[in-house]
């Protein structure tokens, strides 16, 4: 493994733990408003309520697959970087395939 293999799976793990933490803070944001909305006298139900809701909401993010603005912004450079070797072995093979089309003739 190339070392900017490892710099970038170690990169996707930061991101994917931040990810992670951002989702949970979001559910927590949604569960205290849903929370902060319902009366007082309503505690036991409030309590199920939240139990569920987080159920919900962490299944619903999770099938979402979402990815932070940094993770879309790395892969874009990857994406980017794999085109230009593309383009640039695109181009050698085209040059070898004239030479070898050259000297056959």
């Known amino acids: 493994m190339t070392y900017a293999l ?6 996707l793990l930061i991101v ?8 949970k803070e979001k559910i927590e944001a949604i569960l205290s ?4 909305a319902l009366p007082e006298d309503l505690h036991n139900f409030k309590q199920d ?13 999770s099938k979402m697959e979402l ?6 912004d790395i892969q874009t ?3 980017q970087r794999t085109r230009a070797q593309l383009d640039t072995l695109q181009a050698k093979l085209s040059a070898l395939e004239k030479q070898l089309d050259e000297t056959k003739k």
């Open 33 to 36: 408003d849903v929370s902060n």
């Open 49 to 61: 309520l939240e139990n569920n809701l987080r159920a919900t909401l962490n299944a619903s993010f």
């Open 67 to 72: 990815v932070t603005r940094e993770e879309f």
């Open 77 to 79: 450079a990857s994406l």
């Open 6 to 11: 490892a710099k970038h799976m170690i990169q």
């Open 16 to 23: 994917k733990n931040e990810r992670n933490r951002m989702v």
